[in-house]
């Protein structure tokens, strides 16, 4: 298996612009996580669905941040409009929830640089 | 919600010696306790994890404790090598229903000196 594929893997882009964020789990899996990175704030939960069902959002910044799940094997992440702050590195894992047990497999990231 | 503490940020040995990082945590119904390496460029990966009806696991020169009355877990590294030289990161999830959500630490920069 490739393991978590996410696009593009760098993007730069103006104040004000619409960014897209692109995931792809891992076959199988039925969860599905989005991550901001940053050196202040560290690994932040943005948002997490199970089944292509959003469970929890509660760590989206705000409205100008939303993520779909239009099936199993591929997600988006949207800023619109982008801002400065927003720069971080953005990640997507994917894992099979059952019990207690979630090992959460990380794709390569996005970083997102916004001018 | 979780909050989830991790100490220290940095951590510098030489090669050979032992290495542990310490985490504590709030909410007592948490129950799955894993551990990420980060390298340069990199997403984490999972190194290692724990339950919570275990006290202690291993895996070659990894271990991990967990002490729940106390509500802390360590990562414990020993005879380190440069290979090892990555950012660490402590997690803790209640798992179950809705709760798979990860809350993590704010990392461990582990240098291992040749």
């Known amino acids: ?115 | 919600g979780e909050n989830v503490e991790q100490h220290p940020s940095t951590l510098s040995v030489q090669e050979g010696d032992s290495a542990v990082i310490k985490c504590t945590y709030s909410d007592s119904a948490s129950n799955y306790f894993p551990w990420y390496k980060q390298e340069l460029g990199k997403g984490p990966q999972l190194i290692i994890d724990i339950r919570s009806n275990v006290g202690e696991k291993k895996d070659q020169r990894i271990a991990v404790t967990l002490n729940k009355t106390a509500k802390h877990f360590s990562l414990h590294i020993t005879e380190t090598q440069p290979e090892d030289s990555a950012v660490y990161f402590c997690a803790a999830s209640k798992g179950g229903g809705s709760n798979y959500k990860l809350t993590f630490g704010k990392g461990t920069l582990l240098t291992v000196n040749p």
């Open chain 1, 1 to 115: 298996d490739a393991g978590v594929i996410q696009s593009p893997r760098h993007e730069v882009t103006e104040m004000g612009q619409e960014v897209t964020l692109r995931c792809k789990p891992i076959s199988g899996h039925n969860s599905l996580f989005w991550y901001r990175q940053t050196m202040m704030r560290g690994l932040e939960l943005l948002i997490y669905f199970n089944n292509n069902v959003p469970i929890d959002d509660s760590g989206m910044p705000e409205d100008r941040f939303s993520a779909k799940m239009p099936n199993a094997s591929f997600s988006t992440l949207k800023i619109q409009p982008s801002e400065p702050r927003d720069s971080a590195v953005y990640f997507c894992a994917s894992s099979v929830t059952s019990g207690t047990y979630n090992e959460q497999f990380f794709g390569p990231g996005t970083r997102l640089t916004v001018l």
